[in-house]
Protein backbone atom coordinates (compact mmCIF):
# COMPACT_ATOMS: atom_id res chain seq x y z
CA UNK A 1 0.00 0.00 0.00
CA UNK A 2 2.58 2.38 0.69
CA UNK A 3 5.86 3.07 -1.00
CA UNK A 4 9.37 0.57 0.97
CA UNK A 5 11.24 2.46 2.38
CA UNK A 6 14.93 3.39 0.74
CA UNK A 7 16.45 0.19 0.52
CA UNK A 8 13.64 -2.21 1.03
CA UNK A 9 11.35 -4.06 -0.97
CA UNK A 10 8.33 -4.41 -1.29
CA UNK A 11 6.74 -8.20 0.52
CA UNK A 12 5.61 -9.97 -2.22
CA UNK A 13 7.12 -13.48 -4.40
CA UNK A 14 8.19 -11.30 -7.54
CA UNK A 15 10.75 -9.83 -4.72
CA UNK A 16 12.20 -12.73 -3.76
CA UNK A 17 15.70 -13.59 -4.25
CA UNK A 18 16.51 -15.56 -7.81
CA UNK A 19 16.99 -19.32 -7.35
CA UNK A 20 19.66 -21.16 -9.11
CA UNK A 21 16.92 -23.79 -10.45
CA UNK A 22 13.93 -21.07 -11.72
CA UNK A 23 11.73 -19.67 -14.72
CA UNK A 24 14.81 -17.00 -15.45
CA UNK A 25 17.75 -18.89 -14.68
CA UNK A 26 19.56 -21.38 -16.76
CA UNK A 27 18.15 -23.94 -15.78
CA UNK A 28 14.37 -25.25 -15.08
CA UNK A 29 13.38 -27.38 -12.18
CA UNK A 30 12.33 -30.16 -15.35
CA UNK A 31 15.99 -30.06 -16.47
CA UNK A 32 16.91 -31.91 -13.73
CA UNK A 33 13.54 -33.51 -12.29
CA UNK A 34 10.45 -35.19 -14.34
CA UNK A 35 7.84 -37.53 -14.35
CA UNK A 36 6.28 -38.88 -17.60
CA UNK A 37 3.32 -41.33 -17.91
CA UNK A 38 2.32 -43.42 -20.92
CA UNK A 39 0.49 -47.01 -21.92
CA UNK A 40 2.82 -50.22 -22.21
CA UNK A 41 2.51 -52.16 -25.67
CA UNK A 42 3.86 -55.30 -24.72
CA UNK A 43 6.27 -55.15 -27.31
CA UNK A 44 8.62 -52.53 -28.14
CA UNK A 45 8.97 -48.59 -27.73
CA UNK A 46 10.28 -45.65 -26.75
CA UNK A 47 9.29 -42.87 -24.36
CA UNK A 48 10.18 -39.28 -24.64
CA UNK A 49 9.44 -35.91 -22.77
CA UNK A 50 11.63 -36.35 -20.29
CA UNK A 51 13.62 -33.59 -21.29
CA UNK A 52 16.79 -34.92 -20.77
CA UNK A 53 18.69 -38.48 -20.48
CA UNK A 54 17.35 -39.87 -17.33
CA UNK A 55 20.17 -41.35 -14.88
CA UNK A 56 18.46 -42.56 -12.55
CA UNK A 57 14.92 -43.92 -13.56
CA UNK A 58 12.19 -45.47 -10.98
CA UNK A 59 9.11 -47.04 -13.32
CA UNK A 60 5.66 -48.68 -11.31
CA UNK A 61 2.65 -49.90 -13.35
CA UNK A 62 -0.21 -48.30 -11.87
CA UNK A 63 -2.98 -50.00 -13.19
CA UNK A 64 -1.23 -53.77 -11.98
CA UNK A 65 0.68 -54.78 -9.17
CA UNK A 66 4.15 -55.22 -11.06
CA UNK A 67 7.28 -53.94 -8.56
CA UNK A 68 8.76 -50.82 -9.03
CA UNK A 69 12.10 -51.20 -11.26
CA UNK A 70 14.76 -49.03 -10.42
CA UNK A 71 17.41 -48.30 -13.05
CA UNK A 72 20.11 -46.02 -13.35
CA UNK A 73 23.33 -45.19 -15.84
CA UNK A 74 26.14 -46.26 -13.33
CA UNK A 75 24.89 -49.54 -13.54
CA UNK A 76 23.66 -49.80 -16.92
CA UNK A 77 19.85 -49.93 -18.49
CA UNK A 78 19.51 -53.56 -17.91
CA UNK A 79 20.86 -54.04 -14.26
CA UNK A 80 17.47 -53.89 -12.19
CA UNK A 81 16.50 -53.50 -8.59
CA UNK A 82 13.28 -53.30 -7.02
CA UNK A 83 11.95 -50.33 -4.96
CA UNK A 84 9.05 -52.31 -3.02
CA UNK A 85 11.24 -55.83 -2.32
CA UNK A 86 14.99 -57.15 -1.02
CA UNK A 87 16.12 -58.83 -4.16
CA UNK A 88 19.60 -58.66 -5.48
CA UNK A 89 20.14 -56.95 -8.65
CA UNK A 90 19.22 -59.29 -11.56
CA UNK A 91 19.90 -58.13 -15.32
CA UNK A 92 16.84 -57.50 -17.55
CA UNK A 93 17.87 -57.52 -21.63
CA UNK A 94 14.08 -56.53 -21.98
CA UNK A 95 12.90 -54.04 -19.48
CA UNK A 96 15.18 -50.68 -19.92
CA UNK A 97 17.23 -51.51 -23.08
CA UNK A 98 18.22 -47.64 -23.32
CA UNK A 99 18.60 -44.55 -21.69
CA UNK A 100 17.87 -41.75 -24.76
CA UNK A 101 18.68 -38.04 -24.80
CA UNK A 102 14.83 -37.08 -24.15
CA UNK A 103 13.75 -40.66 -22.29
CA UNK A 104 13.70 -43.94 -22.09
CA UNK A 105 13.51 -47.43 -24.50
CA UNK A 106 11.79 -50.32 -23.66
CA UNK A 107 11.40 -53.89 -24.33
CA UNK A 108 8.70 -56.47 -23.52
CA UNK A 109 9.41 -57.11 -20.13
CA UNK A 110 5.91 -56.85 -18.40
CA UNK A 111 7.15 -54.54 -15.46
CA UNK A 112 7.91 -51.73 -17.58
CA UNK A 113 5.74 -52.55 -20.77
CA UNK A 114 2.89 -54.68 -20.09
CA UNK A 115 0.10 -54.33 -22.44
CA UNK A 116 -2.08 -51.82 -21.84
CA UNK A 117 -0.99 -51.11 -18.32
CA UNK A 118 -0.86 -47.43 -17.17
CA UNK A 119 2.95 -46.69 -16.20
CA UNK A 120 4.80 -43.78 -14.27
CA UNK A 121 7.90 -42.85 -14.67
CA UNK A 122 10.56 -40.71 -12.18
CA UNK A 123 13.09 -39.38 -13.69
CA UNK A 124 16.51 -37.80 -12.47
CA UNK A 125 19.36 -36.41 -13.84
CA UNK A 126 22.99 -36.51 -12.66
CA UNK A 127 25.55 -36.52 -15.04
CA UNK A 128 24.30 -37.90 -18.27
CA UNK A 129 26.20 -41.36 -17.88
CA UNK A 130 29.31 -40.22 -17.11
CA UNK A 131 31.19 -41.05 -14.27
CA UNK A 132 34.29 -40.21 -12.30
CA UNK A 133 36.08 -43.40 -10.40
CA UNK A 134 37.44 -41.91 -7.57
CA UNK A 135 41.07 -43.73 -5.99
CA UNK A 136 40.68 -43.33 -2.44
CA UNK A 137 44.27 -43.57 -1.92
CA UNK A 138 45.28 -41.34 -4.35
CA UNK A 139 42.58 -38.49 -3.93
CA UNK A 140 42.65 -38.88 -0.22
CA UNK A 141 39.18 -38.78 -0.44
CA UNK A 142 37.17 -41.51 1.23
CA UNK A 143 38.77 -45.12 2.54
CA UNK A 144 36.52 -47.28 -0.05
CA UNK A 145 36.92 -46.68 -3.72
CA UNK A 146 34.12 -45.70 -5.48
CA UNK A 147 32.56 -44.92 -8.88
CA UNK A 148 30.20 -41.50 -8.67
CA UNK A 149 28.24 -39.10 -11.32
CA UNK A 150 26.80 -35.81 -9.43
CA UNK A 151 24.75 -32.81 -10.75
CA UNK A 152 26.12 -30.41 -7.95
CA UNK A 153 23.72 -28.07 -9.10
CA UNK A 154 20.51 -29.95 -8.49
CA UNK A 155 22.20 -31.65 -5.64
CA UNK A 156 21.82 -35.69 -6.78
CA UNK A 157 24.75 -38.19 -7.23
CA UNK A 158 24.53 -41.86 -8.06
CA UNK A 159 27.23 -44.05 -6.38
CA UNK A 160 28.84 -47.46 -6.75
CA UNK A 161 31.74 -49.00 -4.49
CA UNK A 162 32.92 -52.17 -2.74
CA UNK A 163 32.46 -52.58 0.95
CA UNK A 164 35.89 -53.14 3.25
CA UNK A 165 33.26 -54.67 6.52
CA UNK A 166 35.53 -52.34 7.91
CA UNK A 167 33.50 -49.84 10.61
CA UNK A 168 34.35 -46.25 9.87
CA UNK A 169 34.96 -46.61 6.39
CA UNK A 170 33.92 -43.40 4.12
CA UNK A 171 33.08 -43.31 1.04
CA UNK A 172 32.79 -40.11 -1.84
CA UNK A 173 29.69 -39.16 -2.98
CA UNK A 174 30.79 -36.77 -5.45
CA UNK A 175 28.55 -33.61 -4.01
CA UNK A 176 30.06 -30.11 -2.36
CA UNK A 177 27.06 -30.25 -0.20
CA UNK A 178 26.47 -32.81 2.58
CA UNK A 179 23.80 -35.25 1.89
CA UNK A 180 20.35 -35.07 3.85
CA UNK A 181 19.03 -37.85 2.56
CA UNK A 182 20.80 -41.57 1.36
CA UNK A 183 19.39 -44.67 -0.11
CA UNK A 184 21.80 -47.32 -0.32
CA UNK A 185 20.79 -51.18 -1.40
CA UNK A 186 23.13 -54.00 -1.28
CA UNK A 187 23.27 -55.31 -4.77
CA UNK A 188 24.82 -58.67 -4.55
CA UNK A 189 22.57 -59.87 -1.74
CA UNK A 190 19.10 -60.07 -0.92
CA UNK A 191 18.98 -57.13 1.52
CA UNK A 192 16.71 -54.24 2.58
CA UNK A 193 17.46 -50.73 0.99
CA UNK A 194 18.22 -48.77 4.08
CA UNK A 195 17.63 -45.29 4.03
CA UNK A 196 19.52 -42.22 6.12
CA UNK A 197 17.60 -39.12 6.32
CA UNK A 198 18.81 -36.38 8.73
CA UNK A 199 15.61 -35.71 10.71
CA UNK A 200 15.76 -40.01 11.38
CA UNK A 201 19.49 -39.28 13.04
CA UNK A 202 22.92 -40.75 12.52
CA UNK A 203 21.72 -43.23 14.99
CA UNK A 204 18.62 -44.78 13.53
CA UNK A 205 17.81 -46.25 9.71
CA UNK A 206 14.71 -46.81 7.65
CA UNK A 207 13.99 -49.15 4.98
CA UNK A 208 12.64 -48.72 1.57
CA UNK A 209 10.96 -51.46 0.68
CA UNK A 210 9.05 -51.82 4.36
CA UNK A 211 6.60 -50.29 6.08
CA UNK A 212 8.32 -50.22 9.25
CA UNK A 213 9.51 -47.08 11.29
CA UNK A 214 12.79 -45.70 11.63
CA UNK A 215 15.08 -48.59 14.06
CA UNK A 216 18.20 -48.33 16.53
CA UNK A 217 21.10 -49.53 14.95
CA UNK A 218 23.67 -51.71 16.83
CA UNK A 219 26.73 -50.71 17.25
CA UNK A 220 28.44 -51.85 14.23
CA UNK A 221 25.59 -49.92 12.70
CA UNK A 222 24.34 -49.05 8.63
CA UNK A 223 26.45 -45.75 9.48
CA UNK A 224 28.58 -45.53 12.10
CA UNK A 225 26.10 -42.68 13.57
CA UNK A 226 28.46 -40.29 11.78
CA UNK A 227 26.06 -37.96 9.88
CA UNK A 228 28.17 -37.46 5.98
CA UNK A 229 29.87 -34.46 5.14
CA UNK A 230 30.41 -32.39 2.01
CA UNK A 231 32.19 -35.19 0.55
CA UNK A 232 31.98 -38.23 2.11
CA UNK A 233 29.17 -40.71 4.22
CA UNK A 234 30.04 -43.00 6.51
CA UNK A 235 29.29 -46.81 7.20
CA UNK A 236 29.53 -49.35 9.28
CA UNK A 237 29.94 -53.02 9.35
CA UNK A 238 25.93 -54.97 8.65
CA UNK A 239 25.65 -56.78 5.65
CA UNK A 240 23.04 -53.33 4.22
CA UNK A 241 26.03 -50.79 3.58
CA UNK A 242 29.39 -52.48 3.87
CA UNK A 243 30.43 -56.08 4.17
CA UNK A 244 32.50 -57.60 1.07
CA UNK A 245 29.84 -56.95 -1.64
CA UNK A 246 28.58 -54.57 -4.36
CA UNK A 247 26.77 -51.06 -3.11
CA UNK A 248 24.32 -49.01 -4.88
CA UNK A 249 23.83 -45.27 -2.96
CA UNK A 250 21.42 -42.37 -4.44
CA UNK A 251 22.67 -39.12 -2.55
CA UNK A 252 20.75 -35.75 -1.96
CA UNK A 253 20.93 -31.91 -0.80
CA UNK A 254 18.85 -29.56 -0.95
CA UNK A 255 18.65 -26.66 -3.22
CA UNK A 256 16.48 -24.04 -2.56
CA UNK A 257 13.19 -23.79 -4.74
CA UNK A 258 14.23 -26.78 -5.98
CA UNK A 259 14.50 -29.84 -3.64
CA UNK A 260 14.28 -30.33 0.18
CA UNK A 261 14.56 -32.94 2.54
CA UNK A 262 12.97 -32.41 5.73
CA UNK A 263 10.12 -33.30 8.53
CA UNK A 264 7.03 -32.40 10.07
CA UNK A 265 4.18 -33.61 12.84
CA UNK A 266 0.68 -34.28 11.96
CA UNK A 267 -2.03 -32.29 14.02
CA UNK A 268 -4.75 -34.92 13.70
CA UNK A 269 -7.41 -32.52 11.48
CA UNK A 270 -8.68 -32.59 8.68
CA UNK A 271 -7.22 -28.88 8.28
CA UNK A 272 -3.77 -30.43 8.40
CA UNK A 273 -0.35 -29.09 8.90
CA UNK A 274 0.81 -27.07 6.13
CA UNK A 275 4.56 -28.00 5.11
CA UNK A 276 6.58 -25.31 3.64
CA UNK A 277 8.95 -26.55 0.73
CA UNK A 278 10.05 -23.30 -0.66
CA UNK A 279 8.55 -24.10 -4.21
CA UNK A 280 5.52 -25.80 -6.12
CA UNK A 281 6.31 -29.69 -5.84
CA UNK A 282 6.20 -31.68 -8.83
CA UNK A 283 7.06 -35.02 -6.59
CA UNK A 284 6.71 -35.82 -2.75
CA UNK A 285 7.61 -39.05 -1.09
CA UNK A 286 6.16 -39.42 2.83
CA UNK A 287 7.17 -41.72 5.29
CA UNK A 288 5.80 -42.11 9.25
CA UNK A 289 9.28 -42.16 11.03
CA UNK A 290 7.92 -41.97 14.56
CA UNK A 291 4.93 -44.29 15.28
CA UNK A 292 6.16 -47.65 16.74
CA UNK A 293 2.31 -48.98 16.19
CA UNK A 294 0.70 -46.95 13.23
CA UNK A 295 3.33 -47.94 10.86
CA UNK A 296 3.08 -46.82 7.41
CA UNK A 297 4.47 -47.36 3.92
CA UNK A 298 6.26 -44.67 1.39
CA UNK A 299 3.44 -42.69 0.10
CA UNK A 300 4.19 -41.22 -3.11
CA UNK A 301 2.43 -38.35 -4.91
CA UNK A 302 3.17 -36.42 -7.77
CA UNK A 303 1.97 -33.50 -10.12
CA UNK A 304 1.11 -35.89 -13.65
CA UNK A 305 -0.80 -38.13 -12.02
CA UNK A 306 -2.66 -35.85 -10.04
CA UNK A 307 -2.51 -32.37 -11.52
CA UNK A 308 -5.65 -31.15 -9.67
CA UNK A 309 -6.25 -30.67 -5.81
CA UNK A 310 -7.11 -32.49 -3.54
CA UNK A 311 -5.06 -35.44 -4.31
CA UNK A 312 -6.46 -38.48 -3.67
CA UNK A 313 -4.72 -41.28 -5.31
CA UNK A 314 -1.72 -42.67 -3.79
CA UNK A 315 1.26 -45.13 -4.61
CA UNK A 316 3.43 -46.91 -2.08
CA UNK A 317 7.03 -47.70 -2.81
CA UNK A 318 7.29 -50.18 -0.37
CA UNK A 319 4.47 -52.54 -2.04
CA UNK A 320 3.93 -53.72 -5.54
CA UNK A 321 -0.04 -52.21 -5.09
CA UNK A 322 -1.47 -50.33 -8.57
CA UNK A 323 -2.89 -46.71 -7.69
CA UNK A 324 -5.94 -46.65 -5.82
CA UNK A 325 -8.21 -44.24 -4.56
CA UNK A 326 -9.91 -46.10 -1.78
CA UNK A 327 -8.41 -44.88 1.20
CA UNK A 328 -8.83 -41.02 -0.16
CA UNK A 329 -9.36 -39.92 3.25
CA UNK A 330 -6.21 -41.69 4.33
CA UNK A 331 -3.54 -39.86 2.25
CA UNK A 332 -5.33 -36.66 1.27
CA UNK A 333 -2.93 -33.91 -0.20
CA UNK A 334 -3.25 -30.56 -1.47
CA UNK A 335 -0.01 -29.24 -3.38
CA UNK A 336 0.30 -25.39 -3.13
CA UNK A 337 2.88 -22.99 -4.96
CA UNK A 338 4.86 -22.99 -1.78
CA UNK A 339 4.61 -26.32 -0.03
CA UNK A 340 2.01 -29.33 0.75
CA UNK A 341 -1.00 -29.52 2.83
CA UNK A 342 -2.51 -32.40 4.06
CA UNK A 343 -6.92 -32.75 4.24
CA UNK A 344 -6.38 -36.17 5.63
CA UNK A 345 -8.31 -36.29 9.53
CA UNK A 346 -6.34 -38.09 12.46
CA UNK A 347 -5.03 -41.54 10.20
CA UNK A 348 -1.56 -42.21 10.11
CA UNK A 349 -0.89 -41.88 6.32
CA UNK A 350 -0.32 -38.16 6.65
CA UNK A 351 -1.29 -36.89 9.52
CA UNK A 352 -1.90 -38.93 12.81
CA UNK A 353 -1.40 -36.52 15.43
CA UNK A 354 1.96 -36.03 16.92
CA UNK A 355 3.11 -38.30 14.82
CA UNK A 356 6.68 -37.21 12.99
CA UNK A 357 6.61 -37.90 9.19
CA UNK A 358 9.67 -37.33 6.81
CA UNK A 359 9.76 -36.88 3.42
CA UNK A 360 11.61 -35.81 -0.06
CA UNK A 361 9.80 -33.14 -2.32
CA UNK A 362 11.15 -31.73 -5.51
CA UNK A 363 9.89 -29.06 -7.78
CA UNK A 364 7.48 -27.84 -10.19
CA UNK A 365 8.19 -24.46 -9.97
CA UNK A 366 10.30 -22.41 -7.18
CA UNK A 367 7.77 -20.19 -5.31
CA UNK A 368 8.75 -17.29 -6.66
CA UNK A 369 7.23 -18.23 -10.09
CA UNK A 370 4.45 -20.74 -9.03
CA UNK A 371 0.69 -20.26 -9.29
CA UNK A 372 -1.40 -21.26 -7.37
CA UNK A 373 -3.76 -24.15 -8.63
Not at 17 to 24: K, L, M, V
Request: hydrophobic share 35%; proline share 3%; aromatic share 12%.
Amino acid sequence: FYTPPSGFLALCSANLPEPTIGANSDTQADDHFNTVLYTGNGSTQSITGVGFQPDWLWIKSRSTTDSHGIFDSNRGSTKRLFANANDAESTQSAGVTSFDSDGFSLGSNLGQNRSSATLVAWNWKANGGTTTTNDASSSGIGTIDSVFQANTTAGFSIVTYTGNSTAGATVRHGLTVAPEMIIVKNRTSAQFWTVYHKDVGVDRYIELDRDGVSQAQSSYNMFNSTAPTSSVFSLGTLISTNTSYNYLAYCFHPVEGYSKFDKYVGSGNVDGPFVFTGFRPRYIMVKVASDQINASGWQIYDTARNPNNVIPTYLFANTGDAESDTAAAYINLDIVSNGFKSRAGNTYGVNQAGTTYIYMAFAEQPFKYANAR
